[in-house]
């Protein structure tokens, strides 16, 4: 069967070559990390990965479309390094992407991820958080045993700032949902930028630093990468509140279903419409009933938030191309991390 | 009141006096490390170290007696160099070792921890787990700070030491009692030789390299490590049979009651006594009766599993004290830490 090539496929297909030239490179280095583990926390973190299933069977391929260590290794050569010098630091932010995934989902106490059963679901809660330990520790000691000390810098820093990141989401929860004490759209995007963002900057400080470039190019790619995480998680948000469970792999209304103040629930509760008024007395009833839910999203949707957030995202998502075009990266790594930060974002569109 | 000055009482001043000198120079840079933190998790990171109460307010001193941050400022000037040289080493190893209490904590579903509640106990799983990873993101970036990249390998590989060790002790919990599948008494030295003495290796190791001793010399600080915890771990396993619980801050009969293979018990379980065959066939009995932990604690006595574990404490500990007196190390530090050496081992006697 034939059909046209729309531009979006063509991208597409852009993007997926590009994923897939840096998987073969990373996903055989991830493989040889993991390996330092003893049987019991190495096939946990290979399932973290989506490298085997929960009995250890191997699979085909990483579980996650490698988009932090493609921006790693791009980043790398956009430097003017090869890609190989990379490698090291492109496993690091996979293993941390993981670590924060597994320790993440027993937190929201969330059952499923990329449609398997999450690591807690499937091991338990104590071997869940060994396991996340675990990668975090092979994560700083690769880039430790490569020698450079501003890698693990930028590495040991995102890391501060997703722990931030993450407890300040989760105090978010016990806010308010109208008020003097609410979220701020203001305080969402501070979070978002740390939770989202760190991680998605340190894969690009990491990986221009690796490649030779210097601190200011590191600070800027830093700083691309929380535009983008903002971005990113704007987008994130959208999803969670009407995406197809088929496509995110979440429960339908997930975010509303755990209380969760996301952007365009914060936006739609301090819009000051006849909508946003509604939704604040609907969610403070808990737990929410599934026709409630329902309801809440199209409020949500009648009071701009859901508008708002793709705007948020476009808005961010500019600021990070722009960063990216006028760095002085090298071409063509810098044509294609547009093509990938694009990609991200344009996702749920 | 007045009271004569025994041999024992001159060594625990000697020893306090050491404690006391490094907990004064370390406290205020650990205060200042945690302060990086937002409030949530910044409490919680307090709290795990003893230096405030649940709500945040202060106490005077650590809780933890400082033992790994004093090794480490010893082995610093040891090595030749100020003990200010140590400090950041200091720091990030005391952080380094709450995290892995934190996570242990609720892993293994303990309740109470130096005579407080646990971290998790206290603020719930979620936010405790966070409160860890906070700890040990803070841990890598104070010492990645220093620019000491060697050091940071030390820890780095210390931690997966540690992540090993522990996941090893948990899979020890589904082995059998008795037969085949047994652990036996050198698989529990090679796991507490990881899980305990790893980061007392790192604690010496990152301590000399700071002061500016070579690689060799981190080695055998490493292995003198390793040797103190497996001596450490041995007289823990025998508090944790039979231990005070108003000096152990645990309940009595703590590890028998959870079904923990710890030393005494595994020797006394191999040992083929009339008395290790009795523990086995009461062990089996899950959930075991109040009066069946006295009589197993008895049984490991009668089958000589605490005079073992004491054999290996005094073995390990002379094997770590002949590390310092040939490693070069120079004087009153290393006279020092083998005195503290001693203190961490004979604290059970």
Not at 113 to 139: E, N
Not at 174 to 202: F, I, S, W
Request: charged share 20%; net charge negative; hydrophobic share 45%.
């Amino acid at each position: 069967m034939t059909r046209e090539t729309s531009p979006s496929d063509a991208t597409n297909n852009d993007v997926n070559a590009i994923l897939e030239r840096y998987r073969f490179l990373v996903h055989p280095a991830i493989q040889e990390t993991i390996e330092q583990l003893t049987a019991g926390p190495g096939r946990m973190a290979g399932y973290a990965l989506g490298l085997c299933e929960a009995d250890g069977t191997p699979r085909r391929t990483l579980g996650g479309k490698g988009l932090r260590p493609a921006i790693t290794m791009l980043c790398a050569q956009a430097a003017g390094g090869e890609a190989r010098a990379g490698i090291a630091g492109a496993v690091a932010v996979e293993l941390v992407h993981a670590f924060s995934l597994v320790h993440d989902d027993i937190i929201d106490r969330d059952e499923r991820r990329r449609h398997r059963p999450t690591v807690w679901k499937t091991y338990g809660i104590g071997p869940a958080i060994l396991s996340g330990d675990a990668l975090l520790a092979l994560a700083v000691s690769t880039l430790a045993a490569e020698g450079a000390g501003s890698a693990t810098a930028h590495l040991s820093a995102a890391l501060i700032d997703l722990v931030r990141g993450q407890a300040d989401d989760m105090a978010f929860e016990d806010r308010p949902y109208d008020g003097p004490g609410a979220v701020t759209v203001e305080e969402y995007q501070d979070m978002a930028a740390r939770k989202t963002g760190a991680l998605l900057g340190c894969a690009a400080a990491i990986g221009t630093t690796l490649g030779g470039g210097n601190a200011a190019l590191a600070e800027a790619m830093t700083q691309m990468g929380r535009h983008l995480g903002v971005a990113f998680q704007a987008i994130d948000d959208v999803l969670g509140i009407s995406g197809d469970p088929a496509v995110t792999g979440k429960p339908v209304f997930s975010d509303l279903r755990q209380g969760k103040k996301t952007l365009p629930i914060v936006y739609a509760l301090q819009s000051d419409t006849a909508a946003g008024r509604r939704l604040a007395s609907l969610l403070t009833d808990r737990p929410p009933a599934p026709a409630t839910l329902r309801h809440a999203a199209d409020l949500i949707d009648a009071s701009g938030g859901r508008a708002f957030a793709y705007r948020v995202a476009a808005h961010h998502l500019e600021t990070a191309l722009t960063l990216i075009s006028t760095s002085g990266l090298r071409e063509p790594a810098a044509g294609q991390l547009s093509t990938l930060a694009t990609f991200l974002i344009d996702r749920a569109y």
